[in-house]
């Protein structure tokens, strides 16, 4: 996404605890729509329920209007099938299939800040290859994630995630990087998820940013349609994506958008 500031904020703890908030909520969030991706529903039910939800717990949907290069963004979260990248509209006319695959990508606004994270959901009984493809995304999120700690850098984690992208036969999106995130929805740093490990920007204490790897069965090039948003991948090959929003901490890090139950055990 596009920068919008060179500078990276580095939050104060009361900042951090609002981000725990917003963080937080976005994961209670995700739990509650997981249940309403089976067949038959529609991406739209799954976008109107997000916002009666987000609306009943006094928050904002970001991407609701969020500035794009042809057209706000025009519903409440982006809704991702199969060969869609990232940035899926929602939309009465698409109906889940059992095989597909459907990334939810939700962002509330609590207070201010931004707590932004996705999932990958299977609907029914997707190919031994779609279901691959979902868990080694995954994975190249969480590789992703321990790559960080004060002093290490930028490229650590998409080299983390590459070499295991790769290893299994997939391809790491270009196109769309990680990025800052707290009062703005997307801020400085960028976070690519390839690259050579050692290089970039350090780490450093109070950083707070989104690892959001895009993986691909195909070619990791995309193609956006004429509507600004929608990004396909090239070869309408499959694409899978997992996003969490973390903050360094004194010696690691800190997964912000952590579901409640992950965070109880
Ligand atoms: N949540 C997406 C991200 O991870 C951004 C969506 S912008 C929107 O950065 F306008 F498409 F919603
Ligand atoms: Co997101
Ligand atoms: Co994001």
Known sequence: MVEQQEVITLLSRR???????????????????????????????????????????????????????????????????????CHGIPSADQILRDGDIINVD???????YH?????????????????????VTEECMWRGIQAVKPGARVGDIGAAIQAYAEAEGF???????G?????????????????????????RKGMV????????VGTYEVEVLADGWTALTADRKLSAQFEHTIAVTEDGVEVLTLAPSKVAA
């Open 106 to 112: 939700v962002t509330p606004i609590v207070d201010g």
């Open 115 to 135: 707590g932004d994270t996705s999932r990958t959901f299977l609907v029914g009984t997707p190919s031994p290859l779609a279901k691959k493809l979902v868990e």
């Open 171 to 177: 391809s790491v999106v270009r196109d769309f990087v």
């Open 15 to 85: 900042e951090l605890d609002k981000m725990r908030q917003a963080g937080s909520l976005a994961a209670r969030l995700l739990d509650y729509l997981e249940p309403l991706v089976k067949p038959g529903v529609s991406t739209l039910e799954i976008n109107d329920a997000a916002e009666a939800w987000t609306q009943n717990h006094d928050a904002k949907s970001a991407p609701l209007g969020y500035p794009g290069a042809v057209d706000p963004f025009p519903k409440s979260l982006c809704t991702s099938v199969n060969e869609v990248v």
């Open 179 to 203: 990025h800052g995130v707290h009062r703005i929805f997307h801020t400085a740093p960028q976070i690519p998820h390839y690259g050579v490990a050692g290089k970039g920007k350090k780490f």
């Open 209 to 216: 940013f989104t690892i959001e790897p895009m993986i691909n």
